[in-house]
């Protein structure tokens, strides 16, 4: 078994978590302007990731550019996976591979404490993969705490690179938010996606 093989129900169940879909988790959150790079690179890629329209060229062509971004604004200090694999407890299921990951450390050679973000690459069934998204939060949750490097909160993203649903886990509660973002709203998206790391972005 592994992250692929979750329902939002079966982790609901094997975890024993709440669910919480009724807020507009990020109504604060202020937008962060792309930089100029970025937004050449979407005027490119989004007419293009759209026609291939494969997961694999929506991942390569959206959602790793945003991703690569947020890790330029942190100006390095996080780390940044695709496609690792991330086995934190085979017997419960919490083993395979994360389409993107990112770490508070800034070790980028192998993956470590505090895993933060965990990233679902979807080509369109954005609900279908959230209980792959969250096995894997779940599992970041207890990859932090075996390391003694937690986080108060795991956040998680499903995405079809044009289309972004965000959640977050704390404790046992699962916040899937209400609003689904699409990449014409990119500044927020990245304003989101900084909010982990809002610490560390005052510093640098």
């Known amino acids: 078994m592994a992250y692929s093989d979750f329902s939002l129900s079966k982790v609901k169940n094997d975890f024993g978590l709440t669910l919480d879909e009724s807020r507009n988790l990020f109504v604060d959150t202020k937008p962060v302007l792309p930089s100029a790079t970025l937004k050449t690179l979407l005027s490119d890629y989004i007419p293009l990731a759209t026609s291939i329209s494969t997961e ?21 200090q996080i780390s940044l996976f695709s496609g690792n694999e991330f086995n934190v407890d ?11 990951i990112i770490s508070g450390s800034k070790e980028q050679l192998y993956i470590t404490a505090p895993v933060t973000i965990i990233f679902e690459a979807k080509k369109e069934d954005i609900i279908g993969g959230l209980g792959q998204c969250v096995a894997a939060m779940v599992a970041a949750q207890i990859f932090n705490q075996s390391k003694g490097n937690e986080v108060e909160r795991i956040y998680g993203s499903v995405t079809t690179g044009t289309n972004w649903k965000f959640l977050f886990l704390e404790g046992t509660i699962v916040y899937i938010d209400e609003i689904e973002y699409y990449i014409k709203e990119v500044d927020k998206i990245l304003g989101i996606l900084l909010q982990p790391f809002q610490p560390v972005l005052t510093a640098v």
């Open 90 to 100: 085979a017997q419960r299921g919490l083993q395979g591979f994360c389409d993107y």
């Open 56 to 76: 694999k060229a929506r991942s390569e062509f959206l959602i790793a550019p945003i991703l690569a971004e947020v890790r330029r604004l942190l100006n390095n």
